[in-house]
Structures are given as structure tokens and as C-alpha cells.
């Protein structure tokens, strides 16, 4: 195989994931199942569970279905004319990472502080959230139960001193 053009496109998780998923399934239609050669194989099932992992956003795509062509392209459409000075290496990574919140906004666009302000940031979230849907938070009990099991934290202040 011989490379023509490097990086012609850029792809989201969303379709490399969708990729495979259909090439699996063309694999698998069919009276005669292909085979696919085993190191393909390896890969595509190793990038899949990664893909469908939790934290990754992607882990419940099959439940949910909140990732689409549909929604790529409307999330890039609502940016493009809400934020023209999002770049479009910036919305690939806001479709992928689907920041809920802006701590992790911060870290996928660059100078945010200096380009948005904080309403605008706010908007930017608000619109994923709208678009791409929200992984249910956590509870602060379970989380703090699940620190306590480890028995490797170490207790706060008030309950060392019996308040």
C-alpha cells in the first residue's frame, strides 16, 4: 500500500468507531462470512473496546445513539455560526471528547480565556450538551463510599477530630 496524501481527512472517534462496526458487519452478512486477517482483526477489536470504555463518550453509542453523522454535522454547523473563530481541529476534538463542562473545554481549545467569554463558554457547553446529550453524574455518596472501601484515603479533618 502506498500512501498518496497524507492527512486528506481528518476523522472524529465517532467515525473510525462507525468504520469498523460496518466493516464487522459487511464481514459478517452474507451466506459466506470473510475472514478478516488476524492482526485486522486485533486492532479493530482493540480500538472498539477502547471506543466503548467508560469515561469515553462512546461507551453506551449502542444504547443511546447520541453520536450520528446528523449530530456531527449540526454540532459543527451551530459552532461554525455561533463561534467562527472555533477552529475546525477544535470542533473535531469538542465532538470527541464532549465536554460537559469547561474545565474540560479549557484544555480543547486553545487561548480560550482570551478568545470567549465566560458566557460564550457556557454556550458552547450548553450546546453540546444539547446535541451530543450528558453521561449521568455520578452520586457524591457512591463516590465517597467507593473511597472509603480503598481504605488508602485518608480521613477528612472533622471526622479525625469527632466533629
Known amino acids: 500500500m502506498k500512501i498518496l496524501e497524507a492527512q486528506s481527512a481528518v476523522l472524529t472517534n465517532y467515525e473510525v468507531y462507525q468504520h469498523i462496526v460496518d466493516i464487522q458487519q459487511s ?52 459552532l461554525a455560526e455561533s463561534f467562527p ?28 480565556d482570551d478568545r470567549f467569554t465566560e458566557e460564550e463558554q457556557h454556550r458552547i457547553v450548553d450546546l453540546v450538551i444539547e446535541i451530543l446529550g450528558q453521561d449521568e453524574p455520578q452520586d457524591e455518596e457512591e463516590e465517597g463510599e467507593e473511597d472509603d472501601e480503598d481504605g488508602d484515603a485518608a480521613q477528612s479533618v472533622e471526622v479525625a477530630n469527632g466533629a
Request: net charge positive.
Open 27 to 78: 464481514n459478517n452478512a452474507g451466506k459466506k462470512k470473510r475472514r478478516m486477517p488476524e492482526d485486522a482483526f486485533r486492532l479493530s477489536k482493540e480500538v472498539l473496546d477502547y471506543l466503548q470504555t467508560k469515561p469515553y463518550p462512546l461507551h453506551d453509542q449502542k444504547e443511546k445513539q447520541h453520536y450520528s453523522q446528523n449530530s456531527l454535522e449540526l454540532l459543527c454547523e451551530k
Open 85 to 112: 473563530d472555533i477552529t475546525k481541529g477544535e470542533g473535531l476534538a469538542i465532538f470527541d471528547v464532549r465536554p460537559t463542562n469547561i474545565a474540560v473545554l479549557t484544555t480543547l481549545i486553545e487561548a480560550m
